[in-house]
């Protein structure tokens, strides 16, 4: 990268739990990001925010995210003056539906139950099978294809002349401009990974061809801030917008420092996302069996992985214990803690499956990670503490297993896996991964998928082609977990 190339750039970074606004430059040849505004975000009641809903309705206060984003931005104008672009990157799979410059209704949450339902009445029409040859994608009841069917009859989607996912609705807020970036495009099930193009019978028969907006890839300049924002935000008249790997997990794999080929990836947060790095899609009958999925990545890359749940069963652990502590004035659970003490505790002799479908939905978690372990035929877990190890392990094996079974499709044995995001800070996580895994776990970086977004903007402003990781491994610092108790899945 041009060494002369000074000016920031803010990254809009959502989670599915929280948010944030970043700023990021390149300073002395490494990569610098300072935090300026952190949110908190997660599901509520659509009867919240709309007339007429069932109780059970989830939604996205996607009106506060703005209120929030916007508030980020001012603070990092006025920190820096000279930011030269902005980034979004979120959660994939949600999108918002628009009309004549408006948005009609709510961002509906991936966890709705509507969805669930909705997953017969597409496969009266397309066959699961005939869904994973098209796209490519793990069945997971909440892609955006059974988000629509589940809407299909709805006059929203009738009366909506436009579909954007959540960044590119954020993308549109800020400039004007409608357009869909490729990486989350391929979240949606609605590209087709043979074509690389919209997937033409699927979106007919969903109701919304024509009102899919135009691809583009990242590093695509989607449009300037519109000026009315740009004296809001304290901002120059010539921010640009530019389009990173919007998807947060392809934000995060372009910045992962992968060793080589031979590696595979764990991004880990509310979800792990477990794969390889490959040239080209697997689309083949036992890929599709196996629960793979292929989604793309920066430059033309195939991200195979698979989607398992990650640290949410940890937070959704904590959250329910903490409800009940309000209730009764105990202290309240602290994860740090727990982890501490699960360290100290034998390995679970039966474990839980994370990607099962009972622990989708939000409540509950330590009742229904119990009554797993209990079905399994394993006792009930005694303490806290013993809940979490259960969780931990759990998730350890997961990886390390999900890992080995992606390389395998791409022809090889991962060398190492990296993991990165949140999980990357759980020694104990990535301890049990690599012992169970028989292969070392690099952790780091934590910010990997803001990270993502900042450079691909800089590479973008700057006009250079550059080692994108080789500038992650030159700006922080990654720590290696070398197995213990050797147990090879190879």
């Known amino acids: 990268m041009n060494p002369e190339f000074q000016a920031p750039v803010a990254a809009i970074d959502l989670g599915a739990t929280s948010g944030r606004v970043m700023i990021g430059a390149l300073v002395d040849g490494k990569l610098e990001l300072e935090l300026v505004h952190r949110f908190a975000n997660g599901p509520v009641p659509l009867a919240s925010l709309e007339e007429g809903a069932q109780a059970e309705d989830l939604s996205w206060d996607i009106d506060e995210l703005w209120v ?19 980034g979004v990157d979120s959660w994939a799979v949600d999108y918002a539906l628009l009309a004549d410059g408006q948005r009609l209704g709510q961002v509906r949450h991936y966890r709705d139950p509507r969805n669930v339902r909705a997953v017969p009445e597409l496969e009266k029409h397309f066959e699961r099978a005939e869904l994973f040859e098209r796209n490519g994608l793990q069945f997971l009841p909440f892609n955006t294809v059974y988000q629509l069917e589940a809407e299909r ?16 609705y954020i993308n549109w807020l800020l400039t004007g401009a409608a357009r869909c970036e490729w990486t989350n495009a391929s979240t949606t099930g609605l590209l087709n990974q ?38 809001e935000l304290g901002a120059g008249s010539e921010v640009k917008v530019v389009a990173v790997a919007s998807h947060d997990t392809a934000s995060a794999v372009a910045a992962t420092p992968l060793a080589g080929p031979r590696s595979a990836y764990v991004s880990c947060g509310t979800w792990g ?35 398992v749940t990650g640290t949410f069963l940890l937070s959704e652990s904590i959250r329910h214990w903490n409800e009940q502590s309000a209730q009764s004035g105990e202290p309240e659970a602290n994860l740090e803690e727990l982890l501490s003490q699960a360290e100290t505790l034998p390995v679970p002799a039966v474990l839980i499956d994370p990607q099962d ?3 989708l939905a939000p409540g509950r978690m330590p009742q229904r990670v119990s009554e797993a372990v209990v079905a399994a035929g394993g006792a009930a877990p005694s303490t806290r503490a013993e809940l979490i ?13 999900q890992a080995f079974a ?29 012992d169970l895994a ?53």
């Not at 009859?153 to 909506?160: E, T, V």
């Not at 969780?391 to 997961?398: P, R, T, W, Y």
């Open 68 to 86: 929030q984003i916007r508030q980020g931005l001012t603070l990092a104008f006025a920190r820096r003056p000279d930011i030269a672009a902005i």
């Open 153 to 168: 009859a709805q006059s929203r989607l009738r009366d909506a002349q436009s579909v954007l996912l959540v960044p590119d």
């Open 194 to 231: 043979r074509t690389g193009g919209w997937d033409e019978r699927l979106a007919s028969h969903l109701g919304v061809d024509g009102k899919l907006p135009e691809l583009i890839h990242p590093g695509h300049v989607v449009g300037t801030l519109l000026p009315q924002l740009a004296a």
């Open 273 to 307: 996302l477990v794969g390889v790095e490959l040239d080209a899609p697997v689309l083949s009958r036992e890929a599709q069996h196996a629960g793979f999925t292929n989604e793309l990545g920066l430059d033309q890359s195939v991200r195979f992985l698979k989607n």
């Open 357 to 359: 479908e009972r622990f």
């Open 389 to 401: 190890r259960v969780i931990i392990e759990s998730l350890a094996s997961s990886f390390a297993t």
């Open 406 to 434: 992606a390389a395998a499709f791409g022809g090889f044995e991962p060398e190492n896996i990296h993991v990165v995001g949140g999980g990357s800070q759980g020694r104990l996580l990535c301890q049990r991964t690599a």
């Open 438 to 490: 028989g292969v070392p776990v690099v952790a780091g970086p934590v910010e990997c998928t803001a990270l993502g977004n900042v450079l691909v903007q800089l590479r973008t402003l700057s006009g250079s082609q550059v080692d994108l990781r080789e500038m992650v491994r030159a700006s922080v610092k990654l720590e290696t977990y070398q197995p213990e108790r050797t147990h090879s899945l190879a």
